[in-house]
C-alpha cells in the first residue's frame, strides 16, 4: 500500500546500501523503516543532550498554547529559516 509520508532522498554508495539490505533484514525490516528506525534514534539521541527540538509540528500539537501564540511562534520559525545566514 503506498505511503502519503514525506520522502527524504539520500546518495549513498553501493556498498551501504547493500549492507543496509542486509542490516534490515536482519531486523525483519525492509530498508525505508530500518532507514526511519535509524533516523528516529539519532534524534532522540541528539534531544536527550540539546533538549527537545522545537518544530510546525510540535507547535502545533501545544495543548497548552493559544492559537495566535501558534501562529505567531510558526511565522517566526519559518521566517528566521528563510532569513538564515548561510554558514
Do not use: C, Q
Not at 24 to 30: E, F, I, T, W
Not at 46 to 61: C, D, L, P, Q, S
Amino acid at each position: 500500500m503506498p505511503s502519503n509520508l514525506p520522502i527524504i532522498k539520500a546518495n549513498t554508495t553501493h556498498e551501504n546500501i547493500s549492507k543496509m539490505r542486509v542490516i534490515a533484514s536482519a531486523n525483519k525490516r525492509s530498508v525505508a523503516k530500518e532507514l526511519e528506525w535509524l533516523i528516529e534514534k539519532h534524534i532522540e539521541e541528539y534531544e536527550r543532550e540539546h533538549g527537545e527540538i522545537e518544530t510546525m509540528v510540535t507547535i502545533a500539537a501545544d495543548k497548552d498554547m493559544s492559537s495566535a501564540d501558534k501562529i505567531k511562534k510558526s511565522f517566526k520559525m519559518g521566517f528566521e529559516k528563510v532569513n538564515k545566514p548561510n554558514d
